[in-house]
């Protein structure tokens, strides 16, 4: 049984760098899939951030691609996130998941973990 | 960039058929998967690939897309179906797309 799991701190300062890791059990990272970040503001709907294939390729929203990195460590079987210069509109839920390669749907995702932009 | 819209909300009776739109340009063309989630969960995955039902989601949920629409329907809609859901189109030129999504109401 697939699990995602985020960690990362909660509460982040203006203007500082986001950093979120997901770390995989029960599963692989192989051509069948993708792994991504989606975000969740409190109370809104949801934003696709950014997705890794296991070549290492990346492929963000267009919106924050100024400012998200995602990479992963697949020795370690985790994939990360780096949102820089964070305002407090960056403030939300923030799910890791595993999307299906060829249809792009979202089979899986982590608990999500809150994070609060704030000085 | 490509957009998909969703009515804000949705109204239906216990028993009855609840429809929820998704619609974008040409999305016909794209992958769109339907995700259900409650207060405080995560979305689960309720539809992909247009009209497929992952196991375990019972057979009342049902997806179609065809030229600018797709849309989630719900026959016999129950109370424990009372939730916020997602539409996502997916092609390979612009990825994830997610609607704004709809708020299920069942009263």
């Known amino acids: 049984q697939l699990q995602l799991q985020e960690s990362g701190p909660g509460l982040v300062k203006p203007s500082e760098t986001l950093s979120l890791t997901c770390t995989v059990s029960?599963?692989?990272?192989?051509?069948?899939?993708?792994w991504g970040w989606i975000r969740q503001p409190p109370g809104k709907g949801l934003e696709w951030i950014g997705i890794?294939?296991?070549?290492?390729?990346?492929y963000f929203n267009p919106s924050l691609k100024s400012r998200v990195t995602i990479s992963a460590d697949t020795s370690k079987k985790q994939f990360s996130l780096k949102l820089t210069s964070v305002t407090a509109a960056d403030m939300a839920v923030y799910y890791c998941?595993?999307?299906?390669?060829?249809?792009?749907?979202?089979?899986?995702w982590g608990q999500g973990t809150l994070v609060t932009v704030s000085s | 960039s490509y957009e998909v819209i969703q009515p804000p909300s949705v109204s239906v009776s216990p028993g009855q058929t609840a429809s929820i739109t998704c619609s974008g340009h040409?999305?016909?063309?794209?992958?769109v998967s339907w995700y259900q989630q409650k207060p405080g969960q995560s979305p689960a995955l309720v539809i992909h690939q247009d009209t497929k039902r992952p196991s375990g989601i019972p057979e009342r949920f049902s997806g179609s897309n065809s030229g600018n629409t797709a849309t989630l329907t719900i026959s016999g809609t129950q109370a424990l179906d009372e939730a916020d859901y997602y539409c996502q189109a997916w092609d390979s030129n612009t990825y994830v797309v997610f609607g704004g999504g709809t708020r299920l109401t069942v009263l």
């Open positions: 998941a595993r999307l299906v390669a060829n249809w792009g749907y979202v089979d899986s």
């Open positions: 890794i294939y296991y070549s290492g390729s990346t």
């Open positions: 040409r999305l016909g063309d794209r992958y």
């Open positions: 029960g599963g692989s990272f192989n051509s069948s899939y993708f």
